[in-house]
């Protein structure tokens, strides 16, 4: 049972436009929300975050948009940028869990 | 400042082997946590430490043990490795122990695989 879902495997994005990638979970005690970026062969990079009590946060070039009553979040990024180009992974923390979702590759096409 | 670091960076195991995985940080953190992740997954929660003396299992600790061995250092062994334990290991630390707002900061990666 998937707790924290990420249903686009792969983005295709045109530099300089907008991605927006999504995260759903199911499990409400979950109280902090994390995007890591991840390249090949490294670490995942911790990118934004947000707590439950706020709706959005914004760092730079990418937002984070927390819908409560929906269960769903969604990293914006603008403009893209051809760095931009990972893998992205939202994580749920809460209820003594910490809980990765699948992941999203994105492409930023030139 | 190395930040977190992991060794070895690649292993080849046969069946039954043991091995373990060696993770260090330098920045002082309490918590110490390693993940697996395989393809098309997320990273999955094997065990952490939320400070230096304590363990816990997370999602997948089955086939798995881990010691804390000082502040620095949080070691994952496989004692007996399975096909099914081939995957990429991250270990990541983070200044605060159990469920905390602080990001966690990542290893560059162990790749595993066991024939």
């Known amino acids: 049972d998937q707790q924290v879902k990420q249903n686009s495997p792969s983005l295709s994005v045109q530099e300089g436009r907008i991605s927006i990638l999504n995260c759903d979970y199911t499990?409400?005690?979950?109280?902090?929300f994390l995007w890591y970026k991840k390249y090949p062969a490294e670490g995942p990079t911790f990118l934004i975050s947000?707590?439950?009590?706020?709706d959005k946060n914004e760092d730079g070039r990418f937002t984070v948009f927390l819908n409560k009553s929906a269960k769903h979040l969604s990293l914006h990024i603008v403009p893209s940028q051809p760095g931009d180009s990972a893998v992205y992974f939202c994580a749920a923390e809460g209820d003594d869990k910490i809980i990765f979702g699948k992941g999203t590759r994105l492409h930023i096409l030139p | 400042n190395a930040g977190v670091t992991q060794t070895p960076k690649f292993q080849v195991l046969k069946t039954g082997q043991s091995m373990t995985l060696q993770c260090a940080q330098d920045?002082?953190?309490?918590?110490m946590y390693w993940y697996r992740q395989d393809p098309g997954m997320g990273l999955r929660l094997i065990y952490y430490?939320?400070?230096?003396?304590?363990?816990d299992k997370g999602e997948v600790p089955n086939g798995y043990n881990v010691s804390r061995l000082n502040k620095r250092e949080f070691s994952l062994r496989l004692e007996s490795a399975a096909p099914s334990q081939t995957s990429v290991y991250f270990c990541?630390?983070?200044?605060?122990?159990?469920?905390?707002?602080?990001?966690?900061?990542f290893g560059p990666g162990t790749r595993l695989t066991v024939l």
């Open positions: 920045m002082n953190h309490n918590s």
């Open positions: 499990n409400s005690m979950f109280d902090y």
């Open positions: 430490s939320a400070s230096e003396g304590t363990t």
């Open positions: 947000i707590s439950s009590i706020k």
């Open positions: 990541a630390s983070r200044i605060s122990g159990g469920s905390s707002t602080d990001t966690q900061y």
